[in-house]
């Protein structure tokens, strides 16, 4: 049994490295978008094998996913030449040889100093599994990864929040010019898939926001799927943003990081210290958290996608 | 090794069939209709097989239900994309036989 599984990483080892070769691979950048999603997959598929399915699940959905999805919508907003046929990019000159050269000694040098890194941890480090084990009871959740990620390390969590608000906030604020809209994929036959799938796919999404107490889930998980279901509105033209859903949306962007700084401040009024949450009720302050932060989260991945001003802006509008 | 086991081993193996088969017809097959052909076989039967298979190792109806609803969203996701993409290829060749 131990053979077949070497076989199968080994396999899974050398696909990862095959397709992320094929995803830098000069040529049509439609098909290295294509080869990353393809990556994404099979990366989600190593942390599965590394019994790490919260991070599994975080790179499928969002990795993958939400960030193929991304990459798609910029390639259709690209100017034909630019990243669509590929003789227009094969004929386009090749940096001096001289960058080249000193990008591919950056890039040996990093991969080196990783590996050296790599091989000099003795594998019997003990790391924070076992701290993180004897306080797992009073975390008020049984699955350490959310205990680490919204009690021990909330903090952290936090200004990941942060990046994501500051991410949607620039790509809000870019004024490009407005992008061809994709032609919305409306039919008996999208429509019905709509009208099944996203609300089951709602259902999972508070499904994996729950589950995340105690097995492999939460918020960040359950908001790309939520995430999702926007991109498929949108995508379909489902959904037609209007111009007060625009504020709306602001709103809901900000949500997450209100909410979860104010847990904050709430926090260190009653026990002192910030995300400390009163012992007897720490699972309640947790899942109140995640709940905000799937909504946010979902409206921020969606309000990526959406990307670029969707109408030009109005003159003596919307002033700071 | 009880019955189960190579019921489920055999479902397995079965559906192993349907995604080579797939896999062959996607490399080998000259255009998108026909490729996508080749695809649906693989995401609908292989797909069913390997889920029944593995429902029937798991042995729990919880882990059964799970997974016959994996396998219902993925035929659903795979027809409506099958069917997006050959509309977009339908599109593309109507553009490119007219002069």
Redesign the interface.
């Known amino acids: 049994m131990n053979a077949a599984w070497l076989a199968f990483d080994a396999l899974l080892l050398a696909g990862i490295l095959g397709v992320a070769w094929a995803a830098m691979a000069p040529g049509d950048a439609f098909r290295a978008i294509v080869m990353f999603m393809v990556m994404g997959l099979l990366v989600a598929l190593a942390w599965v094998r590394l019994r790490a399915p919260d991070v599994a699940l975080a790179e499928a959905a969002v990795g993958s996913g939400v960030t193929g999805a991304l990459f798609l919508r910029t390639w259709h907003a690209l100017p034909r030449e630019a990243g669509r046929a590929s003789e227009a990019t094969a004929a386009r000159p090749a940096a001096p040889r001289r960058l080249r050269l000193a990008a591919f000694g950056l890039a040996a040098t990093l991969t080196g100093l990783l590996v050296a890194a790599l091989a000099s941890l003795d594998g019997t480090a003990p790391g924070l599994g076992d701290a993180v084990a004897a306080r797992l009871a009073q975390s008020g959740v049984s699955n350490p990864v959310t205990a680490v990620l919204l009690n021990f390390r909330a903090y952290d969590t936090l200004l990941e929040v942060v990046v994501l608000l500051a991410a949607v906030v620039v790509v809000w604020s870019l004024d490009a010019r407005p992008a061809p809209r994709p032609v919305p994929?409306r039919?008996p036959?999208?429509l019905?898939?709509a009208r099944?799938?996203l609300p089951?796919t709602v259902l999972a999404a508070g499904y994996l926001l729950w589950l995340g107490a105690f097995a492999p889930g939460g918020a960040f998980q359950a908001g790309a799927l939520l995430a999702a279901v926007g991109i498929v509105l949108l995508l379909g033209g489902l959904y037609r943003p209007g111009s007060g859903d625009r504020r709306r949306a602001r709103l809901a962007f900000g949500l997450g990081l209100a909410g979860f700084a104010g847990a904050g401040a709430l926090t260190l009024g009653l026990e002192g210290a910030m995300l400390r949450y009163p012992p007897a009720a720490a699972k309640t302050w947790i899942l109140a958290i995640e709940a905000v932060l799937t909504l946010s989260i979902a409206a921020t991945l969606a309000g990526l996608f959406l990307g670029e001003r969707s109408a030009p802006a109005r003159t003596g509008g919307e002033r700071p | 090794m009880t019955f189960f086991d190579i019921l489920g081993g055999a479902l397995l193996v079965l559906g192993l069939g349907f995604f080579v088969a797939g896999t062959v017809g996607m490399l080998r097959f000259p255009d998108a209709f026909c490729r996508l052909h080749a695809l649906t076989k693989a995401d609908n039967l292989g797909l069913a097989l390997t889920a029944l298979g593995t429902a029937v190792l798991a042995g729990t109806w919880s882990a059964a239900v799970k997974l016959a609803l994996i396998w219902g969203l993925v035929a659903l996701a795979s027809a409506t994309s099958g069917h997006l993409i050959a509309g977009h290829a339908l599109r593309a060749t109507d553009r490119r036989d007219r002069p």
């Open positions: 994929a039919g036959i999208f019905g898939f099944l799938a089951v």
